[in-house]
């Protein structure tokens, strides 16, 4: 079946401290890849998007590389703010309207 | 831009009662989404339309009931509510097109309804 996996948190880390959150997944076919971030009392909002092997989505200084072999699509930011305190979901879309989100990471960066 | 509405916000029921939570999105979207969100499990789908008149179910579909009258709405039922539907609900919408078919288009989403039955 379909499925992602990400790590589970929650995750704490100081200002400027790299992150990564690890993300793999299982699916039957192509398909595309997210991170959507979720700002307390709010809903999910597109952070970054890959759509094949080796495309590497990126923004606001997050990234993450679509990686066929390792069916993995970590997400990191070299140095992390405050304002990057969140929760954070993994997903994958599949022809028509599958879509599969893994169980969030809660992330809280301290001054 | 409003974007995806959700409307209530919040709402406390009783086992047994009905309510309707409506979404409203204006990005002239054809793909729309109901949600629920519970601690540890992630998002799941419980419904989903692809058109004006036309819906079909997700993963989690029992218990609940939607429709699409108009192309800008997807209203979520819940006829009787049980304790088990205590979550947070989210609608989302995507774009869609012959061409893509919302293929590797991304999810708007709303705020989302926190419901709790007792």
């Known amino acids: 079946g379909n499925s992602v996996t990400q790590m589970e948190g929650p995750v704490t880390l100081s200002e400027e401290a790299f992150l990564t959150i690890n993300c793999t997944y299982t699916a039957t076919g192509y398909p595309s890849l997210f991170w959507y971030v979720q700002y307390p009392g709010e809903g999910l909002q597109l952070l970054l998007k890959a759509t094949k092997a080796d495309d590497k989505g990126s923004n606001k200084g997050f990234e993450a590389t679509y990686r066929k072999e390792t069916t993995s699509f970590h997400l990191e930011k070299g140095s992390v703010q405050v304002s990057d305190s969140a929760v954070y979901f993994c997903?994958?879309?599949?022809?028509?309207?599958?879509?599969?989100f893994g169980t969030g990471t809660s992330l809280t960066v301290i001054p | 831009n409003a974007g995806v509405t959700q409307t209530p916000k919040f709402r406390v029921l009783k086992t047994g009662q009905s309510m309707t939570l409506l979404c409203a999105q204006d990005m002239n979207h054809e793909y729309m989404y109901w949600y629920r969100q519970d601690p540890g499990m992630g998002l799941r789908l419980i419904h989903y339309?692809?058109?004006?008149?036309?819906?079909a179910k997700g993963e989690v579909p029992d218990g609940y009931n939607v429709s699409r009258l108009k192309k800008q709405n997807f209203l979520l039922g819940l006829e009787s509510a049980a304790p088990s539907q205590t979550s947070v609900y989210f609608c989302?919408?995507?774009?869609?097109?012959?061409?893509?078919?919302?293929?590797?288009?991304?999810?708007?989403f709303g705020d989302g309804t926190r419901l709790s039955i007792l």
């Open positions: 989302a919408s995507t774009h869609a097109s012959n061409r893509n078919r919302g293929i590797n288009q991304p999810q708007h």
């Open positions: 339309s692809v058109g004006e008149g036309t819906t």
């Open positions: 997903a994958l879309s599949l022809p028509v309207n599958q879509f599969y």
